[in-house]
T-cell receptor, first 121, second 115 residues
Framework: GAVVSQHPSRVICKSGTSVKIECRSL??????MFWYRQFPKQSLMLMAT?????????EQGVEKDKFLINHASLTLSTLTVTSAHPEDSSFYIC?????????????????FGPGTRLTVL | AQTVTQSQPEMSVQEAETVTLSCTYD???????LFWYKQPPSRQMILVIR??????QNATENRFSVNFQKAAKSFSLKISDSQLGDTAMYFC????????????FGTGTSLTVIP
């Protein structure tokens, strides 16, 4: 249990284009999903928290107009990097928090997707 | 403010030996959960072990166990019988009880298991 998928796993795009990354909880409903950015050999940096059906809460310093987050259902959240630039190149990871406990799934735990490597040329 | 400190940026251990990764944290709250996550070269974050702060008994998952010292705010991870597949970055994290589940992560310890 507690599988989270992320698509695409790798994307290369031209500067100025927009890129959408999907995060899905496959075997549980996610009350809350989180988006992180990770630079090489560093820890995870929280970008935003999203709850199903409501606007995302962004961390200080994260541009909400540049990183659009939509949590349209209990199993899907999307991150759209708008007008991407080379400095947006990074590894983006999503995680999901279950709304209900069950089996080996705990509501206090975040389960992570495999990440998306974004390269902006 | 909530903080997590991992003071060992890199460690190595001989295959089949035991290694302990340290983690300290700071919070004024009394109800929280603690975690160790593993991030292998694939970069998939994998939950290794979880501990509720209100439980005195240390959590154990197969070869992984923790030494949780609440008064000292210490949460170390012991890996027994180290295997090559344990080579990864290890992150300590905690979250406060019933606060939306924001995680506070340490800076990570890069563990290399030497054959």
């Amino acid at each position: 249990g507690a599988v989270v998928s992320q698509h695409p796993s790798r994307v290369i795009c031209k500067s100025g284009t927009s890129v959408k990354i999907e995060c899905r909880s496959l075997d549980f409903q996610a009350t809350t999903m989180f988006w992180y950015r990770q630079f090489p050999k560093q820890s995870l940096m929280l970008m935003a928290t999203s709850n199903e059906g409501s606007k995302a809460t962004y961390e200080q310093g994260v541009e909400k107009d540049k990183f659009l987050i939509n949590h349209a259902s209990l199993t899907l959240s999307t991150l759209t990097v708008t007008s991407a630039h080379p400095e947006d190149s990074s590894f983006y990871i999503c995680s999901a928090r279950p709304g209900l406990a069950g089996g080996r799934v705990s509501t206090d735990t975040q389960y992570f997707g495999p990440g998306t490597r974004l390269t902006v040329l | 403010a909530q903080t997590v400190t991992q003071s060992q940026p890199e460690m190595s251990v001989q295959e089949a030996e035991t290694v302990t990764l340290s983690c300290t944290y700071d919070t004024s709250e009394s109800n929280y959960y603690l975690f160790w996550y593993k991030q292998p070269p694939s970069r998939q974050m994998i939950l290794v072990i979880r501990q509720e702060a209100y439980k005195q008994q240390n959590a154990t998952e197969n070869r992984f166990s923790v030494n949780f010292q609440k008064a000292a705010k210490s949460f170390s991870l012991k890996i027994s019988d180290s295997q090559l597949g344990d080579t990864a970055m290890y992150f300590c994290a905690f979250t406060l009880f019933n606060t939306g589940n924001q995680f506070y992560f340490g800076t990570g310890t890069s563990l290399t298991v030497i054959p």
